[in-house]
Antibody, heavy 117, light 112 residues
Framework: EVKLLESGGGLVQPGGSLRLSCAASGFTFTDFYMSWIRQPPGKAPEWLGV??????????EYNPSVKGRFTISRDNTQNILYLQMNTLRAKDTAIYYC????????WGQGVMVTVSS | DVVLTQTPSILSATIGQSVSISCRSSQSLLDSDGNTYLYWFLQRPGQSPQRLIYLVSNLGSGVPNRFSGSGSGTDFTLKISGVEAEDLGVYYCMQATHAPWTFGGGTKLELK
């Protein structure tokens, strides 16, 4: 059974940093692209970026809205996906999801990130 | 960025009724590789989005066959043939042909 479990969310002050984790299980992690997607309360989801699979060299693509502030990485020995978020702003407040594949055939349950002073 | 416009924004239906949701793109979603990277998701209240349809018309794993997708280029449709109570929630289309990948604004399906 495919499982994705995010962690690391919480309350952070504007300008601060946070690292989210996504523990994956139930599939061969290195075979799959992995994405981060966020959803502000009451709004549509926003794709943040993707990290490709082993066959495609684990390269990354980002939404320009977060490029330079957010970094996606993966630990392929522990099957963990990461999202490093720097210089956080109030507009970054959202539920953050990890998803398998670029367009998410499986999603985690999400983790809330609140940026506020 | 590619803008996906979903209509209607709210859809009221009775159980058993067939309904359709439209997703129109500001650019063609036909990729140079011949694929059209258009997806449909359902987000039930309090849950994560669930993928229903991939590549325009392919049913996701475990998705009931009352759901179907169609379309090409810039115009796409999700049809539910016989709404059931578990289908209520917000439907989103998403495109992954043009970076950055984008979602539509959503269509809320509610009981009439």
């Amino acid at each position: 059974e495919v499982k994705l479990l995010e962690s690391g969310g919480g309350l952070v002050q504007p300008g601060g940093s946070l690292r989210l984790s996504c523990a994956a299980s139930g599939f061969t992690f290195t075979d799959f692209y992995m994405s981060w997607i966020r959803q502000p309360p009451g709004k549509a989801p926003e794709w943040l970026g993707v990290i490709r699979n082993k066959a495609n060299g684990y390269t990354t693509e980002y939404n320009p809205s977060v490029k330079g502030r957010f970094t996606i990485s993966r630990d392929n020995t522990q099957n963990i996906l990461y999202l490093q978020m720097n210089t956080l702003r109030a507009k970054d407040t959202a539920i953050y999801y990890c998803a398998r594949r670029g367009a998410g055939d499986y999603w985690g349950q999400g983790v809330m990130v609140t940026v506020s002073s | 960025d590619v803008v996906l416009t979903q209509t209607p924004s709210i859809l009221s239906a009775t159980i058993g009724q067939s309904v359709s949701i439209s997703c129109r793109s500001s650019q063609s979603l036909l990729d140079s590789d011949g694929n059209t990277y258009l997806y449909w998701f359902l987000q039930r209240p309090g849950q994560s989005p669930q993928r229903l349809i991939y590549l325009v018309s392919n049913l996701g794993s475990g998705v009931p066959n009352r759901f179907s997708g169609s379309g090409s280029g810039t115009d796409f449709t999700l049809k539910i043939s016989g709404v059931e109570a578990e289908d209520l929630g917000v439907y989103y289309c998403m495109q992954a042909t043009h970076a950055p990948w984008t979602f539509g604004g959503g269509t809320k399906l509610e009981l009439k």
